[in-house]
Nanobody, 124 residues
Framework: QVQLVESGGGLVQAGGSLRLSCEAS????????LGWFRQAPGKEREFVAV????????YYADSVKGRFTLSRENAKNTVYLQMNSLRSEDTAVYYC?????????????????WGQGTQVTVSS
C-alpha cells in the first residue's frame, strides 16, 4: 500500500498562489504515478494533474493549464503542485492519489490510494 499526506492548503485571495505538497511512502511499491484531484461541495471529484514516476511526463486538466505546475522529487517521493492565478472556482478539497505500476490515468477509479485531502479556499 501507499500512504499519502497532503499539506499546503489554506485561504488565499483571488489572483494569489499556493503550493501543495504530497509525500508518499510505501514498502510494497517502488513505482507509482502521483496525481491530484479536487472536489467541491455538490460536485464530482475531478482530475487536476498527474506526474509519472519519472516526473518527466505531466498532464493537466484544461481548467488549470498555464496556471498550475507539477514537479516531482522521487528521492523524497514527493510531488508539488504550484498553483498560481487562483480563482474562486478553484475552491475545493484537493486530494493526492497514487496509481501503482506503469500507468498514470485521469480517472479517480484508476487510483487505489488516497490522502485525506487539504482544503483550498480562494476568496474574492
Amino acid at each position: 500500500q501507499v500512504q499519502l499526506v497532503e499539506s499546503g492548503g489554506g485561504l488565499v485571495q483571488a489572483g494569489g498562489s499556493l503550493r501543495l505538497s504530497c509525500e508518499a511512502s510505501s514498502r510494497t511499491f517502488s513505482r507509482y504515478a502521483l496525481g491530484w484531484f479536487r472536489q467541491a461541495p455538490g460536485k464530482e471529484r475531478e482530475f487536476v494533474a498527474v506526474a509519472s514516476w519519472s516526473g518527466g511526463s505531466t498532464y493537466y486538466a484544461d481548467s488549470v493549464k498555464g496556471r498550475f505546475t507539477l514537479s516531482r522529487e522521487n528521492a523524497k517521493n514527493t510531488v508539488y503542485l504550484q498553483m498560481n492565478s487562483l480563482r474562486s472556482e478553484d475552491t475545493a478539497v484537493y486530494y493526492c492519489a497514487a496509481q501503482p505500476g506503469a500507468g498514470w490515468g485521469v480517472r479517480p477509479s484508476e487510483y487505489a490510494y488516497w490522502g485525506q485531502g487539504t482544503q483550498v479556499t480562494v476568496s474574492s
